[in-house]
């Protein structure tokens, strides 16, 4: 197994700024990609940001320009910087890991349990 700690999500008014974390640990034999995904009520899962290994990036366009993707790969830690946040971007972001399973070589993904964000207007 795999597992995602999050942290760093909570409430703020628009226009602020949260940094969310993960941390991911156990059966990892090789990391891919992680990232963020979020949720919002009513909505289907998309695609916030993700970073490679090589640190290759991608967003949604909606948070172009708002938001950064890093990560320690020493530590298969990912942050996602958010800042000039919208009510829009309210939601339960869900972090993902991609890559090789220890004792499988198989290649996996596993999600965090979620943490919310919730941006007041």
């Known amino acids: 197994q795999v597992q995602l700690v999050e942290s760093g999500g909570g409430l703020v008014q628009a226009g602020g700024s949260l940094r969310l974390s993960c941390v991911a640990s156990?059966?990892?034999?090789?990391?891919?990609?992680m990232g963020w995904y979020r949720q919002a009520p009513g909505k289907q899962r998309e695609l916030v940001a993700g970073?490679?290994?090589?640190?290759?990036?991608n967003f949604a366009d909606s948070v172009k320009g708002r938001f950064t993707i890093s990560r320690d790969n020493a530590k298969n830690t990912v942050f996602l910087q958010m800042n000039n946040l919208k009510p829009e971007d309210t939601a339960v972001y869900y972090c993902?890991?991609?890559?090789?399973?220890?004792?499988?070589?198989?290649?996996?993904?596993?999600w965090g349990q979620g943490t919310q964000v919730t941006v007041s207007s």
């Open positions: 970073i490679t290994i090589g640190g290759s990036t």
């Open positions: 993902y890991w991609r890559g090789r399973h220890m004792a499988t070589m198989a290649l996996v993904t596993y």
């Open positions: 156990g059966s990892i034999f090789s990391t891919d990609v």
